[in-house]
Structure formats: C-alpha cells, structure tokens
C-alpha cells in the first residue's frame, strides 16, 4: 500500500472521518493528494469519458456535459473549450509518447508542452497510448516515471488489452487467466500506473461472449491488490458484422455491473468515430442518438453511486442465477441477501446472463456496511428484498440522499440492467 495516493474502492481506504467528506469529493471536478511538497493525481470525481469522438468544440462540450460526460478528449487548443463548461481534459499530442524521451528536439518540445498545460485548470490526464504489448512495458514505464516527475499531478494514461487477446498481443504465455494476470502484474511491476484501465466488449450478434466477468474479476484483483481504481471501457456502438449495437439497457448493465465490481471510471466505445454505427452521437452531425438520453441518466447515476463508495473497499463480489467463469456464487452466510433467493440457473453462453449481482463494500477492517444489487436481466425489470443485518437505507442517485427502508428489508424496483445501493443505517 502506498501512501500518499488518493484511495478509492481498487484498493486504499481513506480514514472513516473521509466519510463525511466523500460528498464534497463527489463534485470536485478534479482533486490532488499532497506528497511532499509536490501534488500527486487523484482520482477526484469518478470518471464518465468515452473513446473517439468529435473536435471539441463548445457545442459539443455542451453536449458532453449535459450528457454526464466529465472527461473529454482535447488538444492543447481545445483545453480553454472544456475549461469553460466545466469539464476535465485528457490531452492527447503526438509528443507524449515514449520515444520523445530518446531524440533530444522532442524531448525538449514534450517539455515546453508539459510547461505550458500542468497548470491548465481544466487538465487532468496526459493520454499515452491503447492496448500495449507487456515488451512496450519498459518504454511506458519511462514516459510514465517521466511524466510523473514533470507533473505529478495529472495522470498517465493507458489503456489495456481485454483477455480475449492473444497471447502474441499480450506479450505473455499460457491459458486466458494465467496470460492475461501475467500481462497485468507486468504492466503494474514495471509501468507503475495510477490507474488501470482496460477494455471489453461482449455485445456479438450470435449472442454475448463469455469472458465479461472473468475480466471484471481478473481487473478487479488486480486493482485491490495494487491499491489503485479501475476504469472499464465498455462496449456502446458494433464496427463489425460480427458485432451488434448494444441497445439502452445493454449498456446501462455494463455500466452497473463495473459499479458492483468497484470500478470508479466509466467509459463508452465510441461516442462517434468513421466505421462506426449506433455509438452516442451521429457521425454526421453529432446529433445524440438514443443511447445517449439513455446515458444522460445512467451516467449521473453512476458518478452518484461511485462517489458514495470511493471512501470504501470492495470486499466482495457474488452472482446469484447463472454464475458465469470467473464470478464466486453467492454464499449463504453473507451480511446481504435477497429474498426470495434467486433460484441457481445453468450459464449457457450465448444466451444472455440472468441472475443478480451483489457487490460489497465497507471499511478496511473488513465489516461489510454498502451493497450494490444488480439486476442482470437486461431485458426484464424485477422487484426484490434486499435483507441486511441492521436497519437499511436505500441511495437516491438523483438527489444523492439516503432514505430508511423502515427495517432490515428494503424493497427494491431493478430496471433491465439496472442497480440500486443501499446500506445499513449509520448509528
């Protein structure tokens, strides 16, 4: 565990005083931790931000904003655009790359840029590059040291192979499970990140694949183990026929179940990008599709959520109904349960997973106290009791304040894909 760095529910724990301070996190549009004399990156607000969109103009940044986006994608040009609607930029420059460091005229105009950006308000993260191979791993670490030593107060960001990549593109041997923990403890040993972030998309038109929770589960360890959040980029768009466009309630699934696995950022591929169809704006006019009235909601939802457990650690992490490769089936002397039980069902991939997800959260010492109900079924809503070992509030998202169920049992109404958090009443 490192000191120092801010704490989040992938791992460090802030103190039980942090508590009451979670809310004024919440609305932080970007946050630092002291070390030393210098300030090290915080994860501040829990991250909504998308992969491939449009030039960042004040129309869209508007859009972006009223959409619950809170990072976006900016030039050096366009940081004054997302500055003035309140929003965080991830910059991306072909300079922030590994070989600057190695040709003295780029090392020094990587320099001016990092000179002229750090002290940018609405800067928040320096994008590095997609989807490494472990040999890149050294190179990175470099940049990413370097970047850390010039402005530790922004992120370096990565992003990560999902574990249906193959061994050649991971740079690592073996089954899925034993390849992909190799890629991941290499890249935490040897880069050093704040923050993993990693993609999967599921959404096939034969059906959903079956690896989306082995890698929620492999990521989620990883995190815990390395004190660190995570950030899953999840799939909101097809760019192949063999790939379908995940409708509302899809995503809204993808979005709920990395809140139950402890994920403090969200991400959507693509908000639009040439090539690619259905995805949260229209490539011709950046017209907000569907998807994106639905995200609207969803994405306030999830930063609501995120924000209350980000003083927490997630403890554990059950399936009720199907319990697909990499998930632990719900055990029957947990602190939380549903009633009625959910009944056990075969998991038979590619149909899609039905059952219920219940993450858990509490303090460092290990007492469970916060639960995320999902409901899997993006297709049907469901109502269900959720039981507790003490009187139970239930979280409204949209004005971010408890209520008391009245008792042990709360009722709770699950949308397709759908969640709710609840807790047990503080004394």
């Not at 574990?163 to 190799?182: C, F, P």
């Not at 063999?242 to 979005?255: I, S, T």
């Not at 069902?345 to 106290?369: D, N, Q, S, W």
């Amino acid at each position: 565990m490192q000191m120092g760095r801010c704490q989040s529910p992938g791992g460090l724990m802030f103190s039980v005083h942090a508590l009451a301070a979670s809310a004024l996190l919440s609305v932080a549009m970007a946050s630092r931790s002291s070390t030393g004399d210098q300030q090290r990156w915080c994860i501040g607000t829990p991250i909504v931000t998308y992969w491939a969109g449009p030039p960042m103009t004040d129309a869209i940044a508007e859009q972006m904003a009223a959409g619950g986006f809170n990072v976006v994608w900016c030039s050096e040009k366009e940081l004054d655009v997302a500055h003035r609607h309140g929003l965080r930029a991830q910059l991306y420059d072909g300079l922030i790359t590994p070989a600057s460091l190695d040709d003295p005229t780029k090392k020094a105009q990587l320099d001016a840029l990092i000179d002229r950006v750090k002290n940018h308000p609405a800067l928040y993260s320096y994008c590095i590059t997609d989807e490494p191979s472990a040999a890149a791993f050294p190179a990175l670490g470099r940049i990413v040291a370097y970047l850390r030593e010039r402005d530790p107060a922004h992120l370096a960001y990565i992003n990560l192979f999902p574990t249906y990549a193959t061994n050649e593109q991971l740079g690592t041997k073996g089954d899925v499970v034993t390849a992909y923990k190799e890629h991941l403890r290499l890249y935490l040993d040897i880069v050093k990140p704040d923050l993993i972030s990693y993609d999967h998309y599921q959404f096939a038109v034969g059906g959903d694949t079956d690896q989306y929770f082995l890698n929620l589960a492999l990521i989620r360890e990883a995190a815990l183990n390395a004190g660190l959040p995570f950030l899953n980029i999840v799939q909101a768009c097809t760019w192949s026929p063999g790939m379908r466009a995940p409708k509302g309630d899809e995503v809204r699934y993808l979005v709920y179940t990395s809140l139950a696995y402890g994920a403090q950022g969200i991400s959507y591929y693509v908000y639009c990008h040439p090539g690619h169809e259905g995805a949260i704006a229209r490539l011709e006019d950046y017209s907000p599709t569907p998807l994106y009235y639905v995200l609207q909601k969803v994405n306030r939802e999830f930063v609501a959520m995120a924000s209350e457990l980000q003083p927490l650690r997630s403890l554990a992490v059950y399936h009720t109904g199907m319990v697909p490769p990499g998930t632990v089936k719900l055990p029957s002397d947990v602190p939380f349960r549903l009633s009625p039980p959910v009944r056990d069902m075969p998991y038979t991939p590619p149909k899609p997973v039905k059952g219920m997800v219940l993450g858990i959260f509490g303090l460092r010492e290990g007492k469970a106290t916060h639960v995320v109900v999902v409901n899997l079924d993006y297709e049907a809503g469901v109502t269900t009791a959720v039981v507790g070992p003490g009187p139970l509030q239930v979280f409204d998202p949209g004005s971010r304040k408890w209520r008391d169920a009245g008792g042990r049992e709360a009722k709770v109404r699950l949308r397709p894909g759908g969640g709710r958090l609840l807790r047990l009443r503080p004394r």
